[in-house]
């Protein structure tokens, strides 16, 4: 065999078989590679979102819960009956000049509004949720690092000894001895707005609440929040536990109740932009008058991940 035949052969190529094979390998490898990759993507944009649903719904209780366990708290003095509201005190919000006698009802410290927003203020964007509840909590502010808040003009604050108490607002606070206390007034009301402050298509769960100049304002707790059901723990025979959990609507649901815990249950959604997730999911609630709620309704879009989330909460101060 001649030089140049043989350097002619051993330059030989692949053969176009050979070539597709390779190339159909390659291919398929790559495929694997692209399907892993968007298989972790999605399992990671999942857990994410999950994560992101529990941090949520944790922040929203660890926001409340406080509310409820000081709830009937006013100082020194422990019959909130023997606290004395005084008359001529204004209290204004977004539409009503006042609703002082609604805010400042001592003796029921824990209102609960069956499935309807009924406050005297405006919700905002006049877009609360329908079908969801709301909680009014009423009480004193403890003392921050053990310091007695100093006296205000304008805020509402309220000196208890153990046999008596006042609120008052002109910064005067009543004589009632070297053993009374002083506390700054809360008043809080939490419920679910169609809207939230940063998104417009999410809804958030908000809170009026009692300001430093007398006012009532809102502020948004947390996005996403989509539905809030409260029932209240009723103690009917006087001997400090639950005998019935109730609505808000419920006969046994007085102003003098013995409400000794608050049951809250809260659904809670992603924005709704997750691609490919479908949520078609029936969330029962522990209110019978309500039912489900049925994801992929406009007020529960499908393509929004969710969360339910349930807790029942003692009151410290329980009263008689």
Known sequence: MSAAALTARQ?????????????SIGLFLIGGALYMYSQSKNTYRA???????????????DTIEPDIRLARYWGRNAEPAMIEVPTGVTMPCSGSADVAAWALRVGVPVEVSDDSYDLPCNAFANSPRAGSDVLTLRHAEPWSG?????????????????AQGRIFADG??????????????????YYVNERSSFDTSQS??????????????????????????VQLGIDTNGDGGVDRYVDGDNSLVTDDAAVVAVRLWMLVGTPADDQGW??????????ADLGDLIAGTDDYPAS???VQISK????NNQGS
């Open 11 to 23: 330059q030989g190529g692949m053969t176009l078989i050979e070539l597709m094979v390779a190339m």
């Open 172 to 189: 005067i606070s009543p004589d009632f001895g070297a053993n009374s206390t002083r506390h700054n007034v809360v008043v809080s009301a």
């Open 146 to 162: 053990g310091i007695q808040p100093a006296l205000e003009g304008g805020r509402l604050q309220v000196q208890t000894s153990l």
């Open 204 to 229: 958030s769960l908000r809170r009026l609440t009692l300001r430093a100049d007398g006012s009532l304002g809102e502020d948004e707790v947390i996005p996403g929040v989509e539905n809030l059901q």
């Open 47 to 61: 857990s994410d979102s999950l994560s992101r649903l529990q941090e949520s719904a944790r922040f929203a209780l």
């Open 312 to 315: 029942t909460i003692y009151l």
């Open 278 to 287: 479908s949520d078609t999911q029936h969330y029962p609630t522990p209110d």
């Open 304 to 306: 929004a991940r969710r």
